[in-house]
Antibody
Framework: EVRLVESGGGLVQPGGSLRLSCAASGFTFSDYAMTWVRQAPGKALEWISAVGGSGLSTYYADSVKGRFAISRDNSRNTLYLQVNSLRADDTAVYYC??????????????WGQGTLVAVSS | EIVLTQSPGTLSLSPGERATLSCRASQSLSSSSLGWYQQKPGQAPRLLIYGASSRAAGIPDRFSGSGSGADFTLTISRLEPEDFAVYYCHQYDRTPLSFGQGTNLEIK
């Protein structure tokens, strides 16, 4: 059974940082690209970042480029998102999702339950 | 950047009726790189359709997807009570990837 479990969210002050994690199980982690999608309260889904199966290819939305960094540790079956210089409009539930292929240009067949990041002073 | 526009924003129907949801892309997708997701309150999204028309594993056959180029449709042939939710389209043709703003399918 595929499982994705996010952690690392919380309340942080503007300008602060967090490291989000997504622990994966039930599939060969290194064979698939992974992605982060967020959802602000009452708003639509927003794609923010993706990484290929090897970890060498990374992609970002303009809204987070230069502030967020995606990475993966295939030996630990874990996906990460380092979020820096946080702003109030970064407040959202952050979901990790498994891509259906090795490359990031793919639909997402499994999703975690999300971790909430709240940015407030 | 490809912008996806979903219509209508809200669709009010009764169980047993047919639902037709639209997703229009600001540029033609070079391949049918479009998916549809269902999201219920407090839950993660669930994949329904990928490649514009392929049903994901375990999805009932009352859900179907169609379209190509820049115009795509999700059809639910006969609404069941559990189908009332928010539906999002998603393009994965080119980065930055993007989602539509969603269609809220509510019980009339």
């Amino acid at each position: 059974e595929v499982r994705l479990v996010e952690s690392g969210g919380g309340l942080v002050q503007p300008g602060g940082s967090l490291r989000l994690s997504c622990a994966a199980s039930g599939f060969t982690f290194s064979d698939y690209a992974m992605t982060w999608v967020r959802q602000a309260p009452g708003k639509a889904l927003e794609w923010i970042s993706a990484v290929g199966g090897s970890g060498l290819s990374t992609y970002y939305a303009d809204s987070v480029k230069g502030r967020f960094a995606i990475s993966r540790d295939n030996s630990r079956n874990t996906l990460y998102l380092q979020v820096n210089s946080l702003r109030a409009d970064d407040t959202a539930v952050y979901y990790c999702a498994k891509c259906a292929t090795y490359s990031s240009g793919s639909h997402y067949d499994y999703w975690g339950q999300g971790t909430l990041v709240a940015v407030s002073s | 950047e490809i912008v996806l526009t979903q219509s209508p924003g809200t669709l009010s129907l009764s169980p047993g009726e047919r639902a037709t949801l639209s997703c229009r892309a600001s540029q033609s997708l070079s391949s049918s790189s479009l998916g549809w997701y269902q999201q219920k309150p407090g839950q993660a999204p669930r994949l329904l359709i990928y490649g514009a028309s392929s049903r994901a594993a375990g999805i009932p056959d009352r859900f179907s997807g169609s379209g190509s180029g820049a115009d795509f449709t999700l059809t639910i042939s006969r609404l069941e009570p559990e189908d009332f939710a928010v539906y999002y389209c998603h393009q994965y043709d080119r980065t930055p990837l993007s989602f539509g703003q969603g269609t809220n399918l509510e019980i009339k």
